[in-house]
């Protein structure tokens, strides 16, 4: 199993070619057999986890068979060739599911991957929920405190805030250098463990899901960079 993620920016004039774009994306993506599951995304001002969106930045999040089914859609795809011309920076991360629980959209998309004891090296972490109208606000009165925590958190790389549904449906990928880093972030730097503590008193999200995977290829630029390289 293969998930990419590929984030694009448009240009200010091409916004309405973008919000076009994510119906028209739906019909390839249905059929085309090598996804296994697909979901198109908006993102955060900047890129970053934000209530405010950011109209020239978009993503799609897909999971493969193999990398040669996603070769296949980089060289040949609708979707693929309208980027290339209308966008001016895509980026794309491939990786490998290490370990995934819960639900999107009542599936599971990556599996049940069986996690290696031994792994060592860079991890991405997805953590995607569907927030209850009545919990709206305090899941994002708390944004803030998380999205700043993270940023200056040991190992932190990178990440994207992107989501399905404005303000509900939201979810965050990031990178991180290593797995303790993660943990470290996740169970042991306080205002996190608060938030997370939180979210389980107050039953904040009617699905979620967390998933981590390691890295295998980031290939093009985003603002201006490679986040991995």
């Known amino acids: 199993m293969l998930v990419s993620l590929t984030i694009v920016r448009y240009p200010k004039y091409y916004i309405p070619l973008a919000f076009i774009s994510m119906a ?22 900047n890129g970053t986890f934000d209530i405010n969106p950011d109209y020239q930045q978009w ?3 897909a999971v493969w068979n193999n990398i040669e089914d996603f ?10 060739n309208f980027w290339r011309i209308l966008t001016t920076e895509q980026w794309t991360i491939l990786c490998k599911p290490y370990e995934s629980h819960g639900k999107w959209d009542n599936k599971e998309p ?12 860079k991890i991405a972490v997805l953590t995607r929920a569907t927030i209850r109208l009545n919990r709206l606000r305090n899941f994002w009165k708390n944004v803030p405190i998380v999205a700043s925590s ?4 040991k190992g932190f ?3 994207v805030g992107i989501g399905e549904v ?18 470290q972030f996740a169970y042991r730097q306080r205002q996190h463990a608060e938030i997370i503590k939180l979210t389980r008193q107050e039953d904040w999200y009617s699905e979620d899901l967390f998933a981590r995977f390691s890295i295998i290829q980031s290939f093009g630029t985003i603002n201006n960079k490679n986040p991995l390289e």
């Open 24 to 45: 028209i994306f739906r019909i390839p993506l249905f059929l085309n057999k090598n996804i296994t599951f697909s979901k198109l995304l908006g993102c955060g001002k």
């Open 59 to 61: 993503g799609l999040m």
């Open 71 to 80: 070769e296949k859609f980089k060289k040949d795809s609708f979707i693929w």
């Open 110 to 121: 990556f599996g049940n991957p069986v996690s290696d004891k031994n792994f060592n090296g």
């Open 150 to 153: 993270m940023n200056g958190a």
């Open 157 to 159: 790389i990178t990440s």
């Open 166 to 183: 404005p303000f509900i449906k939201q979810a965050t990928f990031s990178i991180w250098e290593s797995l303790d880093d993660v943990k």
